[in-house]
């Protein structure tokens, strides 16, 4: 950190897994590998989809060039209970 809060360099996307996402996965007692970048991904897509956004929208904002691509992180046919993230406690 510098001295006025900020960072001084970028956060790497193995920093955050390594640093935060595993720590949150262990502490919801979510098995390890099983809560990982991609799926949270996936869940905040399908997310957005099953609360109205269009695809093009979710498309744009993951940085997808292909709508096929965001279609794959589209996960409404699957059921949440199965989904690492249903365990988490708020």
């Given amino acids: 950190r510098n001295s006025v809060g900020g960072l001084d ?3 790497c996307p193995a920093s955050i897994y390594q640093d935060v996402l595993k ?3 262990q502490d919801a007692k979510i ?11 996936a869940t905040a897509a399908t997310n957005a989809l ?5 695809i093009t929208q979710v498309q744009e904002w993951l940085g997808h060039a292909s709508i096929t691509t965001t279609r794959l ?9 199965e989904s690492p993230s249903f365990k988490v406690k708020y």
């Fill in 9 to 11: 360099k970028a956060i």
């Fill in 23 to 25: 720590r949150y996965a």
């Fill in 31 to 41: 098995p390890e590998g099983m809560l990982r970048p991609h799926v949270l991904r």
């Fill in 50 to 54: 099953e609360n109205g956004a269009d």
């Fill in 73 to 81: 992180y589209d996960k409404r046919r699957s059921k949440p209970e």
